[in-house]
């Protein structure tokens, strides 16, 4: 049934906005190069076009080991080199085998908190990755690892959120070593 005139711009109207464009990506882990394993898969930029795909998408324990997916503002790209993420750093929350199943939940409320502007520091965060692997982990992306108030505000809301049971660490970029730990 064909839609009558202006019934589509209605439908657009009850929409609800998000501030940013967010960008979906998927590493396939399939290919010789990192970036030609990095694959972008689609833009949203509403509450209800988040959640379709959602449902349509695999949950990321139902990955294949090596896959990753991210998810980040419209025009950053989930790669340290990108201009927007060279002078930040992470906030991982790592999952041993034991809590393995805790991934998908993990990453679904870390993913609402971010497009949500559940932070008060919302603009200092570019996106979120998670990692599938023996040992998987969850992680937030900032700006600027310099900006001491705005990565620690983040990394508390994130273990408000997960109570006790995630222990955070986070990790200038071209670095291994936790900045802070909570």
């Known amino acids: 049934m064909a839609a009558l005139p202006g019934e589509e711009a209605a439908a657009e109207v009850i929409k609800h906005p998000l501030k940013h464009t967010w960008t979906f990506w998927l590493y396939t882990n399939t290919k010789k190069t990192w970036t030609e394993n990095l694959v972008e898969l689609t833009s949203f930029n509403t509450v209800e076009d988040y959640w379709c795909l959602y449902h349509h998408m695999k949950t990321p324990s139902e990955l294949a080991l090596g896959q990753d997916y991210a998810i980040f503002k419209q025009g950053i790209r989930p790669m ?6 060279k ?3 992470r906030w991982l929350i790592n999952f041993d085998r034991k809590r393995a199943g805790d991934i998908d939940n993990v990453w679904l409320h870390t993913v609402l908190l971010m497009i949500g ?5 919302s603009d200092e965060i570019c996106g ?7 040992k998987s982990k969850v992680g937030v992306w900032v700006k600027n690892s310099k900006k ?8 508390h809301r994130l273990k408000q959120q997960f109570s006790h049971n995630v ?3 986070f990790h200038v970029h071209d670095s291994t070593n936790n900045l802070y730990t909570l």
Do not use: P, Q
């Open 148 to 155: 001491e108030k705005a990565v620690l505000e983040i990394g």
């Open 117 to 121: 502007e559940n932070f008060d520091n």
């Open 167 to 169: 222990k955070l660490g």
């Open 128 to 134: 979120v990755v998670v990692n599938v692997r023996a």
């Open 87 to 89: 002078r930040g750093g």
């Open 80 to 85: 340290w080199e990108d201009k927007a993420n």
